[in-house]
């Protein structure tokens, strides 16, 4: 179990895109791990793609909430997975570093 040190905040994609539109290209220390793609106008924040299979992401999710830690990231904002007992492993370990 990882803990990053960023606030990691779980959001449906529209959001993110929301989020990312209302902060512009003056956003920073801001980190998204999302299925959907999503654009920034700020070179500043950090986009990496969540793979969608299930297990891959499960893989990868801890080495990219340490990246995203390492990168300096204050904020960390990921795409909720989908619904569906495939993704509730994924789900879980999120809802818990969120709570950290």
Known sequence: ??????????????ALQTGLDLLGANAAHLAVWSRS???SRSQ???LRRMP???AAAARQLFAVLR??????AK??????????PEWEGVRDRLQRAAAA
């Open 1 to 14: 179990h990882y803990a990053p040190s960023a606030k990691l905040r779980l959001m449906e994609a529209k």
């Open 37 to 39: 793609p999503l654009k």
């Open 44 to 46: 500043r924040v950090v």
């Open 52 to 54: 969608d299979d299930p």
């Open 67 to 72: 990246a995203f830690d390492a990168e300096g």
């Open 75 to 84: 904020l960390i904002w990921v795409e909720t997975p989908p619904a569906g």
